[in-house]
Structure formats: C-alpha cells, structure tokens
C-alpha cells in the first residue's frame, strides 16, 4: 500500500486506504450467492481492486482517462470503481435501464479507454456503438463472457500476476491523484436534449462524505442494505461515505427483494427512493384491511398512537405519561410488527430521489422508522439538505448540510453554493453557465420555501423534468414529441413526478378521428369517438410503438383521451404553445389521479376507512 495515508482526508483514494489501515480484516461488503451471503473484507476488497488497478494500467488507462461501467448495482461494481480511481482514471456510470440508443450516446460523449459490462447482454445493448466499441482498450463482463471481451475473473488474475512491478506501479500512480483530480462524470437527464455529464473531483466526495457521517451519525459499527443503483449519484455516495467511515455495506438481490434481504442481514441503516416505502405502506394497511374491521381498527389506533408520539419526540418534548401508555401497548400489538420487515437492527432509513408524500413520512415515524427526508442533485453530489433525527419538520427536507448554502431567489428557485457543487457538465460550457454562476450559485431549477427555522421546502419544479417514485429522471417533452409523431394525437401530456409510473393524457387529431368515423360508418360525435373501443386499441398501439423507444422507467403505462384540445384561449397552452403543467395537471386532476388505481396512498386509506366504518 502507498503512503496515502499521511493524507487521511484528501481524496477518496486517502478515505479507503486510512480505513483499510483500520478495519482490514473486518468485513466491508457482502453479497448473497446461491442462496449463501458471502463476505469480503476491508483487506481483500483493496488487494482486488489494486489487482485490477494494475491491470487498467498495463492496458493504458492513465490518469484523467475514462472507464465506463454497464451494471446493476453489485460487488464487482465497487471493485472496479476503485481501481479506476487507483489508476487515476474517471468513472463514467452507464445506467443500464437505458435503451441502447441512450447508452450509446453516452458512450460516445464519454469516449470511455475500458469499459465493464454486466453480462452479454450489456453488450449487445452497445453494438450500435461500433466505432467507440473497437477503440476500446478492454471490454470486460462481470458474468460470463461476451463475444471479444474478458471475464472479470480473468481480467483481475491479469493483475494479479503483474506481481510487484504491479503494485509498485499502482503506488506511483495512486500518489499522483489530487483533490482536484476528476473522479467521476455522471450523467444526469435534461429537460430536453440528451443527458449531460456532471463533472464531479474528488473533493466533492470528501466534502460530502464528511458531511454526511457528522449529520447522520453513522458509524463504523453500522451496516447498510444498498438497493439503489450505483449508475446514480444517490447510490454512489452511500459507497463513497463508506470509504471514510468503515461501515459494511450489504448488496440487495433487487428492490423486489430488499425487504426479505433486510430480515436476513439485519442492517442498521438504509436509503432508498420512496416507491419502497409506499410499498411497505400499501402492503400493511391492505393486509389489516383483509384481517377485519376489528384488526384494522387495531391497526389504525395503534399507526394513530405511534404518530402522535412521533411528533411529540420531532419536537423535542417527552411523552406525556397517558401517550407513554398507549405507545407501549401500539408497539406490543402493532409497531414492533410491522418494524421487523426492516430487519431486527434498523435505527433509521433515508429517502431521496424524488419527494416523499407527508403522509407517508408521518406514517413511518408513528411505526418507529425514521425516515429522514433528503433534498439534492447530481450537481451537488447527492445531498445538499437532510434531515435530523430529532430535528424533524413533516413536510420539509431538512437543513443544509454544513458547509453548504441554501438560499431562494427572487422568483422562488432555490438556490446552492458550497463544496458539493460540481465542477460543470463535460464538454457543455454553454450549458455549465446557463445554472453556475460566477459567484458558484447554482440554479436547481426547483421552487422552494425556506422557514424560520430554516428548513426547507420543495414547493415546485420550474424546470419541466419528472422525477418518478422511484427516482427515475424523466424528461416529459421528449415523451410528448414522440407522441404527436402519431397522426392520431393532436395533443399530449406526460404526468408522474412523485407517482410510481408515467402516465399521459392524450387530445385527438380531430381530422384523423373524422375520416375513422366515416370509414367505420360512426357518427361525428368527437366525444364518444374518443371513448370508442376500436380508437382506444389504436392508441394503444400509438402509445406501444412510443414505448418501444424509450426506457422501462420512462415507459407510459395507462392514458386518458381529453375530450377538446389543449389552447391558450383555455389556458393550458402560453402564447408559444407551451403546455402550462400546472394548469393541465389541476384541470385533470381527477382524471390523473383516476390512472393510478389503487395506488395513490390517500385513496388508499379513504378506501381502508370506508372498509373500516
């Protein structure tokens, strides 16, 4: 190992090696094979990583040089991360829910040295990309092989067997990485146009991770359960503050299984976007539905009781004794029950990503799992805000981490400054000055509110891009364009920041719709055309066709056809013709909300209490 660390706080590569010199035989990751969850260390997780540092270099990676990575979140994932950043090299995350076109124009921009894909299957998704595919300096696939790549396997005994020549190399090389070195260019979605690369050094990481572990108070005796994907920033700096901090980290089969993963590892923390926790929610209150009036009421009363308690203890204050009493008996029948399905260890989990209904927050708190509400951005290196455990405000994303600002413009749009701002987006200079100014504020794009107390609130989004339940960065022009590609569509619109799927609310070409009807024999009655059988079946083939296109995430799952087009006489239109969202999406309201059966969590619990009476 290099002397790295004398510098315990500088880099990420200063982060792991002080905690390797701490923790080395204690176990950092874990991973469930075959039914069997496996383990590594703090030692072998760097002898295998500077294994494969030795071998990026002796293929050519040098410092600055990109390494892409095609995957699902996994061991292997972080293995290769940190030996590219052993070599001095970028990683450049592909997320691989993209469809192949997305991830290849990624691959272009980034113009990666080496990349390291998945399974063949990754693979094949890049074929198009055949001219960035044959400049490659190596293709490696984490299961099995591909036609002209390397097994990780292979690729790591590579550099195992450059033996000490290797590791004297990968010392030199290591040393020469510096605070300001790049470390990462992660793509995030636009409003419009292609994704662009978030320009992130190391310093962004140190900042944040120290950050972090002050606020939340994790330590090297806490284990995480990591659901969310690493091709993101939000999975990416749970690693990054596992480097700094010693705890081990514990990979999860899938989101479907994470629950089952959390009763078989027993994590003390976790983070994830709200779709899980809307899950956690839907699945518990229907099942006291389905066990009876009394049993449901039961569960009501004693969810009633925890949230009381919940807010008694946010602000402060001890339980009063009566509270005390019935807080008892809740969590006996109820809380402690439904708790379990995190596990027997859990001291608090995070949601980011996208916004947490308040409901929903409450609810948590009132069954005893904190979920502490965070607010950030690619651009910022994940976090910006957090809250507290025992500083909570239902409703908000908390404070500001410290070191960094917050402040709200003018016209609302909240602003940040601090450590944790990117170094700007690659090879898009125009576009870094349209949201960094000189002074280093950036422009989230959000709207927001700060109290008195200063928390914040995310009251709006002024830029046009939805972020789903379950994180997912969707930009809903590039949907609505496909969608008026069809000679059948006059209008269209996309919905779902918040919702766990995307839906869209279509108008019809009326000449189209005119020439079906004479055709067919139907009347000219626009109105009931459009409810018409035959013409829902040809939009929906109007609307596979658009899905075939585009990403699993950003997929339109259901739709409704409004009776008249959109105008600027009505007012869902400006005089350019923009659809004002707003005014769309509170004109429909009841129509949106009609496309999310069953699961909205305010229907849902109107529908358990009519049950319940």
């Not at 002397?3 to 923790?23: E, G």
């Not at 927001?448 to 972020?467: E, M, Q």
Request: charged share 25%.
């Amino acid at each position: 190992m290099s002397d790295a660390t004398d510098a315990p706080d500088t880099t990420m590569l200063t982060l792991f090696a002080a905690t390797v010199a701490r923790r080395g035989a204690e176990v950092a990751l874990r991973s469930k094979r075959s039914g069997v969850w496996e383990s590594v260390t703090w030692n072998e997780w760097n002898r295998r990583s500077r294994a494969l540092a030795a071998e990026l270099m002796a293929i050519g990676v040098g410092p600055g040089d990109r390494v892409a990575i095609v995957s699902s979140t996994r061991e292997e994932w972080v293995l290769t991360e940190l030996a590219v950043l052993l070599a001095g090299g970028v990683v450049v995350p592909i997320d691989p829910s993209l469809v192949a076109a997305q991830e290849c124009r990624v691959l272009r921009d980034a113009d990666p040295k080496v990349l390291f894909a998945e399974n063949a299957s990754c693979v094949e998704l890049l074929s198009d990309a055949g001219a960035e595919l044959q400049r490659l300096g190596a293709l490696v696939v984490y299961d099995a092989t591909a036609p002209g790549a390397l097994s990780f396997a292979d690729f790591q005994a590579r550099g195992e067997a450059r033996g000490e020549d290797g590791a004297t190399a990968v010392n030199e090389r290591s040393a020469t990485v510096a605070p300001s070195s790049l470390a990462a260019i992660m793509y995030a979605s636009a409003t419009s146009g292609p994704p662009k690369g978030v320009m992130l050094c190391h310093s962004h990481f140190v900042f944040e991770t120290r950050a972090i572990e002050s606020v939340l108070d994790v330590t090297e005796a806490d284990e995480q359960l990591l659901l969310l994907p690493l091709a993101h920033i939000y999975g990416k700096i749970l690693v990054a503050t596992q480097l700094r901090v010693g705890f081990t980290t514990s990979f999860a089969e899938s989101l479907m299984l994470a629950l089952d993963n959390a009763v078989e590892v027993n994590p003390t923390f976790l983070a994830c976007v709200p779709r899980l926790y809307e899950k956690v929610f839907l699945v518990a209150t229907d099942k006291s539905v389905q066990e009876g009036a009394i049993r449901h009421g039961i569960f009501e009363w004693a969810v009633g009781v925890g949230r009381a308690a919940a807010r008694a203890r946010g602000e402060g204050g001890k339980l009063e004794r009566w509270l005390a009493t019935q807080h008892h008996y809740a969590t006996k029948l109820v809380l402690s029950k439904v708790r379990a399905r995190f596990g027997k260890r859990l001291r608090f989990a995070v949601s980011g990503g996208a916004p947490l209904a308040r409901e929903l927050s409450e609810w948590f708190f009132g069954i005893g799992v904190p979920v502490l509400e965070g607010y950030g951005l690619t651009e910022t290196t994940a976090v910006a805000t957090v809250a507290r455990q025992g500083k909570i405000r239902f409703g908000s994303v908390g404070h500001p981490l410290p070191g960094v600002e917050v402040r709200v413009a003018p016209d609302g749009e909240v602003l940040i400054r601090g450590p944790n701002v990117m170094l700007g987006y690659w090879r898009h200079d125009d576009e870094t000055r349209e949201v960094l100014g000189d002074d280093g504020w950036l422009h989230t794009g959000d709207i927001g509110t700060i109290d008195a107390d200063g928390f914040l609130r995310i009251t709006d989004r002024k830029k046009d891009i939805i972020i789903t339940a379950g994180g997912k960065n969707v930009a809903p022009q590039n949907l609505e364009n496909l969608l008026k590609q069809s000679a059948w569509v006059q209008d269209a619109f996309v919905y779902g920041d918040g919702r766990p799927y995307v839906v869209a609310l279509l108008t019809l070409n009326a000449t189209a719709l005119l020439r079906f009807a004479e055709e067919t024999g139907r009347g000219d009655d626009t109105a009931k055309l459009g409810e018409d059988r035959e013409v829902q079946a040809r939009l929906q083939c109007e609307v596979d066709a658009v899905n075939e296109r585009v990403s699993s995430f950003e997929r339109i799952r259901r739709f409704a056809v409004v009776p008249r087009v959109f105008s600027v006489e009505h007012g869902e239109l400006t005089h350019t013709l923009k659809v004002k969202r707003k005014v769309v999406t509170e004109l429909y309201a009841r129509v949106l909300e009609g496309l999310y059966p069953r699961d909205s969590l305010s229907e849902l619990r109107a529908a358990a209490a009519r049950e319940h009476a």
